[in-house]
């Protein structure tokens, strides 16, 4: 996931002579509100579990459906096989609904 600065440096690579703060400002909300696509990346899992997988932290999932949930995802080994699973905030695995996109809660 590219950072703040990340996508500040590269708004100002195609400003050409001077800085607009209106189209700066608009450039600032749309990286704010932007949606990952699971096919290309998945949240960032550090959290380390006593069942031995790891846990992101918690995001904002649009579903399949239409719907959206806040969940987090484990990364790990089941009975061998690797997994990535979405556990939703109430501690259930989302088998039926499938997360098409993420994006992290901003809490400041």
């Given amino acids: 996931m590219q950072s703040i600065e990340e996508a500040a440096e590269e708004y100002l690579k195609d400003c050409v002579f ?5 189209n700066a400002f608009r450039a600032g909300v749309e990286f704010a509100q932007q949606w990952h696509s699971v096919e290309k990346e998945l949240p960032t899992t550090y959290k380390n579990e006593t069942f031995g997988g790891i846990l992101s932290d918690y995001v904002i999932c649009k579903l399949e459906n239409d719907k959206y949930c806040i969940a987090r995802i484990y990364t790990g080994k089941f009975d061998g096989i690797k997994c990535n699973d979405w556990i939703d905030s109430n ?6 609904d499938k ?3 993420w994006k992290p809660i901003q809490l400041n």
Avoid: A, C
Wanted: net charge negative.
């Fill in 18 to 22: 001077e800085r607009d703060p209106i």
């Fill in 91 to 96: 501690g259930n695995y989302l088998k039926d």
């Fill in 99 to 101: 997360v098409i996109s």
